[in-house]
């Protein structure tokens, strides 16, 4: 079994905060619950990612971390405010990432995306993730090529935004295939685009639980991804390119 590095999922522990967002509250999907639910599926680490519904919440996040064990990190979300011993602690502790939700809010918005980010690169080596509709990317293509690294979440998530999407992944933005129950547009083709835009792009992940998504994530999802790019580079997508993009291992 080839392993694959779960490059976006979700820990929802009831123990830890959780915040309403527009009303909605996930229910429980905590690291037991990942584990059984990935077992079949030859799961070797991953990145954990904060959700609007956990707001700036660091304990489930690091709870989780430690759980997981040292092939996992984690991605979360920041104030203006955090300062430089908190980001040292977060860094011990294995995140690896900055989230902007600018579909869900729940994080600092665009205003402050450009100092979160530089300051985190700059610190700690972070990137930085984003949760957006790609029909705002070409209004932000231009200040997103500014960020020193940077990842979109699920496709971007609409085919009118797929141009833009393609423009940054030929510049260096890394791409979450993720969430193909949450797009609207042929998932393989737009694999086959992103790939030839930028080999190193595409970065696999389940999505785990699927909250709110129309059709949750299934284990057929990833034949689809092989299907769609061939062995090789469905390889370097569901393990190389996002154990490298986070570090894990020397580019």
């Not at 979440?153 to 260096?172: E, I, K, M, V």
Request: proline letters at 6%; one cysteine or more; a neutral charge.
């Amino acid at each position: 079994m080839r392993p694959i590095f779960d490059a976006h999922c979700h820990i929802i522990d009831s123990a830890f905060p959780l915040i309403a967002n527009n009303v909605y509250l996930p229910q429980p999907f905590t690291v037991d619950d990942y584990q059984r639910r990935t077992q079949p599926l030859g799961i070797a680490g991953g990145a954990v990612v904060s959700g609007s519904f956990q707001g700036f919440d660091q304990t489930y996040l690091i709870a989780a971390l430690k759980r997981l064990g040292p092939g996992f990190v984690g991605v979360t979300q920041l104030p203006a405010s955090v300062t430089d011993a908190e980001l040292q602690t977060l860094h011990r502790h294995r995140v690896r990432a900055l989230r902007f939700n600018l579909r869900r809010g729940g994080s600092e918005q665009l205003d402050q995306l450009e100092f979160l980010a530089k300051r985190v690169h700059e610190q700690l080596g972070w990137h930085s993730e984003l949760y957006i509709d790609a029909r705002e990317l070409p209004s932000l293509e231009a200040r997103l090529l500014r960020l020193p690294a940077l990842s979109i979440d699920h496709l971007g998530l609409h085919q009118d935004g797929l141009p833009s999407l393609l423009r940054l992944a030929g510049h260096g933005v890394r791409i979450k295939a993720c969430g193909f129950g949450r797009v609207d547009f042929d998932v393989p083709q737009a694999l086959r685009h992103i790939h030839s835009a930028n080999p190193q792009a595409l970065m696999f992940g389940t999505d785990l639980p699927s909250t709110r998504a129309p059709r949750a994530f299934a284990d057929s999802d990833i034949h689809l991804l092989i299907d769609a790019l061939g062995e090789n580079a469905a390889e370097n997508a569901l393990w190389h390119n996002a154990r490298t993009f986070y570090r894990l291992v020397q580019p």
